[in-house]
Each structure stands twice: as structure tokens, then as C-alpha cells.
């Protein structure tokens, strides 16, 4: 497809348990963000990558939380002994400049 | 810490009312903002970059304007399709590449 693929688009899971994210950017855009929002809250940065530099980590909340990306393309978030606080919608994004980023429809993650 | 928000929480407004939101941001050198539109269950959908203060943007019945505090997105004769949230964004010197979000003004269009 031409947009940003992302999957699942909705996971249900336990307190405890790890989770990945998957986020497929589109085909030659360089960056790639992630993005999470909680309800009734703004959209909060996660971490970036750009190209082969080493990724921008500052937003990730606690080290339960990982991702990584792959070839310069896939990106997997990773958050592991998910806690209840950790559900919300979480949103990849990719971009060729730092003007337009175009995101994907998330994955909206619940933990029980 | 870059600081984004956004009036009102809510607005409907009957088809062809004219209207504007509002953005406040406080930041430690603009190097952009931006407007976004988000569909329920969808992700945001770009709409707008401004730059500098009293630059303006416009598309469709659209407009958006930048002072050094705040930004309005100006709606013209608005249609029901214009229903959605508009999200407000920043992006200083500050940080890297990270955009700060405000918690969006969720706009209903009443035919």
C-alpha cells in the first residue's frame, strides 16, 4: 500500500505480559516516529529514527519500553510487562522532511 | 518545555457557520507549526506548516494564520465533512526532531 501500515490495529492483553507493535513506514521516507495517545490526552512523542543515526530515545517513559528498526524500513515497538497505564492508541509515523509526517491509523492497545 | 493549547475543547457549529480555533504555544525558538486534522479511528492527517509570524495558509475552506503566541485555523462555511478533531502542533530548537501536540479541538458540523 502507499500509507503507513501499521499492525495489530488492536491487541487486548494481560498486566504482565510483553507486546510488539509493528510499524511498515512508507517506501523511502527516511524518519520514522513513534507516537502514543492516551485518551483525553495530546499525542506524545516516543522515539524517532533517521536513516542509520542512532535513534532518538528521549520520549520512551520507562525502560519497559523499546523499539527498533530494521533495514532502514520496519520498526517494531516493543513494551514489556505492560501495566495498565500502558493502553492507549500508539501511532507510527513516517516522513521525508521534518514539515509533513504522515501516520498510520495505530494500534490501539488495551491492557487488562 | 514546549507548552501547546488548544480552544475550546469542542465546537459545533451549523453547516455554512463560520468559525476559528484556536492554538497558544509557548517555546523556545518556533522552527515550525503545524495543523492536523484526525478522523475517529484514524491517524492525523496533515494540513498546515507555518513558520513565522504572520505567515498564512489556506486550502479548501481552511485557513490558517501565526502570531508569535498563537495560531487560528479559520473555518468558511464549513460542511458536515469538516467534522473531526484539529490538532495543533510544535516543533522547537529544543528538542530533536519531536513534535509537541496540543489535545485537539474536536470540531461537529450540524447539517
Known amino acids: 500500500g502507499a500509507g503507513v501500515s501499521q499492525s495489530p490495529s488492536n491487541k487486548v492483553t494481560e498486566k504482565g505480559k510483553d507486546v510488539e507493535l509493528r510499524c511498515d513506514p512508507i517506501?523511502?521516507?527516511?524518519?520514522l516516529y513513534w507516537y502514543r495517545q492516551s485518551l483525553g490526552q495530546g499525542l506524545e512523542f516516543l522515539i524517532y529514527f533517521q536513516g542509520n543515526s542512532a535513534p532518538d530515545k528521549s520520549g520512551l517513559p520507562s525502560d519497559r519500553f523499546s523499539a527498533e528498526r530494521t533495514g532502514g524500513s520496519v520498526s517494531t515497538l516493543t513494551i514489556q510487562r505492560t501495566q495498565q497505564e500502558d493502553s492507549a492508541v500508539y501511532l507510527c509515523?513516517?516522513?521525508?522532511?521534518?514539515?509533513?509526517?504522515?501516520f498510520g491509523e495505530g494500534s490501539r492497545l488495551t491492557v487488562l | 518545555e514546549d507548552q501547546v493549547t488548544q480552544s475550546p475543547e469542542a465546537l459545533r457549529l451549523q453547516e455554512g457557520e463560520s468559525s476559528s480555533l484556536n492554538c497558544s504555544y509557548t517555546v523556545s525558538g518556533l522552527r515550525g507549526l503545524f495543523w492536523y486534522r484526525q478522523d475517529p479511528g484514524k491517524g492525523p492527517e496533515f494540513l498546515f506548516t507555518?513558520?513565522?509570524a504572520g505567515e498564512e495558509k489556506e486550502k479548501e475552506r481552511l485557513k490558517a494564520t501565526l502570531t508569535k503566541k498563537e495560531s487560528f485555523l479559520h473555518i468558511t462555511a464549513p460542511k458536515p465533512e469538516d467534522s473531526a478533531t484539529y490538532l495543533c502542533a510544535v516543533h522547537s530548537g529544543a528538542g530533536s526532531y519531536q513534535l509537541t501536540f496540543g489535545k485537539g479541538t474536536k470540531l461537529s458540523v450540524i447539517p
Open positions: 507555518l513558520y513565522s
Open positions: 509515523a513516517s516522513s521525508l522532511t521534518r514539515s509533513e509526517l504522515f
Open positions: 517506501s523511502g521516507h527516511t524518519a
